[in-house]
């Protein structure tokens, strides 16, 4: 049974509060001084401390200082006649602490002790949803969300890897308050053999395996949107395919023989910048200005670090939620996360926090970050040794002028696969993309004789 301490002076307030959180399912231990409540802290571990502000022997922020680490309870409650007490304990920050005014209500009691540990804080908002940060570059995404989800117009998404195109074109969804669903593909996960088949269907027996008729991704996504994850890896012959039925809203599944209408949004998103996507042949000229009718470039997250707060908050209570802990952050943890580069991007901020989520001791509240937070992608600006320095400088591709996009991807992938021991499938997990696209760059690679 989940215990309280409720520490107050006023014996008439105690004897008339004890039982009713007791009715509660709780154990109540009581106690009227600094001392007596030190000591209890120093004995028992608490579900909640009730505690009062001003006490005979000193403040209720004198226990709150002796409090140790593996003791703390899960949530704190000052309780006091006095509503100006809001603005301090406001102050005092930490999502484990709130205030109770007498005299007490007994719904607001309730609320209290038997509310989950882990709630949504107001220090972020998610916006259309599902994106966090507050930054100028996000306010302007947040911009043109709005603006384009107003109209049916294909956006293509573009950003490094990590960055959360597949959390913008959600947002985009959510915004246009579409009547159909948001389905999603991954262009370079599927085969050439099998894409035809999974944009538009196909009929039984239209190939060996079609044992059944099968709706296509257009049609699934009718009056909805239809997400197109890694789109520049589609072959460039089946994109003409593609481009028909952007330009006519009409699909014919493999093996049949009449036209189905469809009506959808299509988000498409490419890690690839516009110089590579020309200069690669990654994708039709008359493809790229169907997709692309609104551009939107996402921002990586060491362009706006001062969201990282934020996005870490809105990480680590996903994880208390999901675990029943109640992990905070504290200065310490947030200097070192706001101190490296995060090449990859807020996938890789949120894999370091899980990772840290799983080391901390569950004795104690603060997260604790594992030694290093160094990826094969970059280095903290703050923790480059000189002998990191020099192997970077021995790499034969360097990041400057005059190095094509084409070496510097050569380069980090053969860089990756080294530092993973050749582990194909690690590797592109590091790397943000793919297995099937690995596969097809280590190929292209082996053909041009690189």
């Known amino acids: 049974m989940q215990r309280v301490l409720l520490v107050d002076d006023d014996e008439n307030f105690t004897s008339a ?12 231990d009581v106690a009227d001084s600094v001392s007596e409540a030190r000591s209890h802290l120093a004995r028992n571990r608490y579900h909640t401390l009730l505690l009062d502000l001003m006490l005979p022997e000193g403040s209720g922020f004198d226990v709150l200082d002796s409090l140790a680490l593996d003791r703390t309870p899960d949530q704190i409650a000052f309780v ?12 005092l920050a930490g999502p484990n602490m709130t205030y109770l005014v007498k005299p007490i209500e007994i719904k607001q009691l309730q609320e209290l ?22 930054s100028p570059a996000m306010q302007s995404l947040y911009d043109m ?8 117009a294909n956006v293509l998404i573009q950003g490094e890897s990590g960055t959360g195109k597949e959390l913008v074109a959600q947002a985009i969804h959510n915004a246009s308050a579409a009547q159909g669903p948001l389905v999603a593909a991954n262009c370079g996960a ?9 944009l538009f269907g196909h009929e039984k027996g239209a190939f060996t395996g079609a044992v059944a008729r099968k709706p296509g991704l257009f049609e699934r996504a009718n009056d909805g949107t239809l997400f197109l994850d890694e789109v520049t890896e589609m072959p460039i012959d089946q994109q003409p395919n593609l481009l028909r039925v952007l330009e006519t809203g009409k699909v014919t599944r493999l093996g049949g023989t009449s036209e189905l209408e469809v009506s959808c949004r299509v988000v498409s998103a490419t890690n690839r910048s516009n110089e590579n996507i020309a200069d690669g042949g990654h994708l ?15 921002p990586p ?36 996360l706001l101190s490296y580069d995060w090449p990859g991007n807020v ?37 480059t040794t000189n002998s990191e320095e020099n192997q970077a400088s021995d790499s034969p591709v360097q990041l400057e002028a005059g190095n094509t996009i084409e070496a510097m991807e050569k380069q980090l992938i053969a860089n990756t696969l080294e530092a993973v021991d050749g582990n194909k499938k690690q590797a592109a997990e590091l790397l943000g993309i793919s297995l099937k696209t690995l596969y097809n760059r280590l190929n292209q690679y082996k053909q041009d004789g690189q």
């Not at 006091?80 to 102050?91: L, N, P």
């Not at 038997?114 to 599902?130: I, N």
């Not at 362009?303 to 029943?324: H, T």
């Open 145 to 152: 969300i709005e603006k384009v989800a107003q109209t049916q």
């Open 113 to 134: 002790l038997l509310r989950k540990k882990s709630t949504a804080p107001s220090t972020y908002k998610r916006h259309f949803g599902v994106l966090v940060g507050e």
């Open 301 to 336: 997250l060491r362009d706006r670090k001062e969201d990282i707060p934020l996005l870490a908050q809105s990480f680590i209570d996903q994880m208390n939620e999901e675990y029943g802990t109640s992990y905070t952050l504290d200065n310490h943890v947030l200097d070192a």
């Open 80 to 91: 006091t006649g006095h509503s100006a007490i809001r603005s301090m304990v406001d102050h």
């Open 17 to 28: 509060v004890s039982p009713l959180i007791e009715n509660m399912g709780f154990t109540v």
């Open 284 to 298: 039709r000229e008359d493809i790229y200005f169907r997709l692309a009718v609104f551009p939107l470039q996402l």
């Open 347 to 383: 996938r890789e901020l949120r894999h370091a926090l899980h990772r840290a989520f799983i080391l901390s001791d569950r004795n104690q509240n603060t997260l604790t970050l594992p030694p290093q937070l160094g990826s094969p992608f970059g280095r903290s600006s703050t923790t």
């Open 190 to 198: 599927i085969s050439a053999e099998l894409i035809g088949s999974e």
